[in-house]
């Protein structure tokens, strides 16, 4: 047995000291074609190179684009690899020669390309974490159209298949994203002005995949995409103890229908505020089962969970005698920062008072930085 536990310390050991060596890797993640992702990747090449950081070019897609085009120069670059491939001449980036050559950041484009038939990896992801596993750091881009988890939601906006993708893992070891964002109307207005595509190809593209509710679609879970990995890293990297939490509310409730009323507006618009998410909790101890309160208080109660839905509140119903300890669970399991509740001679108040558990519930308040509001 302490020959296992040893020796699943070394691997552990093992896997820490990989995890140090391992580059480090960036992504550059936009709505679509042509929001300026290449273009920031060269910048910040250009801004390595010039503070002493052995940075290389292992692939480049610049579309002809003359801005993105003209940002090339000055900048190493690891020539590709020419493969014959059906009878044609086909260029892909040279993954052992990135590898001999060993810069300290590589550039690498179109983070969802499909390889040549024959190469070592079929997917250029696959590439990067070759290139990672060695020790080289990676900057990267890709559309948020490529990830595979959005594939199927991404083509009924678009009506357009997306054959090359990445699996969500990918994202998942990055240790920075950064969304690259315009609005519609901006992203339009490039397009029309060449920056894009050739002028040829505009109006084809503004009457398909260019229109200004598709793109707004796209934004916004571009963004989310981002706001969720932020989130993740957050969860991972800082222990509880320190985390910054985001403000989450908690309304307090019984079935005292007016007091009820007014908690459930004033945290829905603390919370509008704050632009911070809020549950109403309602508990439900044995005196207000079904067949014990009246018609017209559940009347009133199912109303009040019917306002908190509209102005935008997750309701949660628990059946307890233990009001202040469901209460604290709650807080605790939600991560909640303010929980919100009705003056003292509301039923509820009066509950808390009478139960040994209030002075715990406080000391709990105090222990994870919570506020109690009491709300007239």
């Known amino acids: 047995m ?6 699943d310390e070394v691997k552990a050991f093992i896997e820490l000291v990989k995890k140090s060596r391992r580059g480090k890797f960036k992504i550059y993640i936009g709505m679509s074609a042509g929001v300026g992702k290449t273009y920031r990747m060269l910048q910040e090449a250009h801004a390595l190179l010039r503070n002493g950081i052995d940075i290389q070019i292992g692939y480049i897609e610049t579309h002809n684009r003359a801005e993105t085009s003209s940002l090339l120069a000055g900048l190493p670059v690891i020539p590709r690899r020419k493969i014959f491939y059906k009878g044609k001449e086909l260029e892909e980036m040279d993954l052992p020669a990135i590898l001999n050559r060993h810069p300290e950041v ?3 484009d179109e983070l969802a390309h499909s390889n040549v038939e024959g190469s070592k990896n079929s997917k250029r992801w696959q590439d990067v974490l070759d290139i990672l596993e060695a020790g080289i750091s990676v900057i990267s881009a890709v559309n948020i159209q490529h990830l ?7 083509e009924e906006i678009t009506g357009i298949p997306i054959t090359e993708r990445i699996p969500d893992k990918v994202l998942e070891l990055t240790d920075e994203i950064v969304n690259i964002d315009l609005t519609a109307d901006e992203l339009i207005d490039r397009l029309k002005e060449g920056k894009i595509y050739d002028k040829s190809k505009v109006n084809t593209a503004l009457q398909n995949f260019f229109q200004a509710d598709k793109i707004l679609q796209l934004r916004e879970l571009a963004l989310k995409e ?4 932020v989130e993740r890293k957050i969860d991972i990297e800082i222990p509880k103890q320190i985390k ?5 509310f908690l309304a307090c409730i019984s079935s005292n229908a007016e007091t009820a009323k007014v908690v459930i507006r004033k ?8 632009r911070s998410p809020w549950i109403v909790l309602y508990v439900q101890s044995s005196s207000e089962s079904g067949d014990r309160i009246k018609l017209d208080k559940q009347r009133h109660l199912i109303n009040n969970f019917k306002l908190a839905t509209e102005l935008g509140g997750e309701v949660v119903k628990i059946k307890s005698d233990q009001v202040t300890q469901t209460i604290m669970n709650v807080a605790e399991e939600r ?3 303010t929980i919100c509740i009705g003056k003292p001679h509301l039923n509820l108040f ?6 040994a558990v209030f002075n715990e519930l406080l000391k709990k308040i105090a222990a994870t930085a919570t506020d109690l509001v009491i709300l007239s």
């Open 2 to 7: 302490k020959t296992e536990e040893k020796n």
């Open 106 to 108: 590589v550039i690498v």
């Open 148 to 154: 595979e988890s959005m594939n199927q939601e991404i």
């Open 226 to 229: 981002v706001a969720h990995h």
């Open 244 to 248: 910054l939490r985001p403000e989450k």
């Open 267 to 274: 945290t829905a618009r603390l919370a509008s505020y704050y």
């Open 335 to 337: 991560e909640i920062t």
């Open 350 to 355: 009066q509950v808390i008072l009478r139960t």
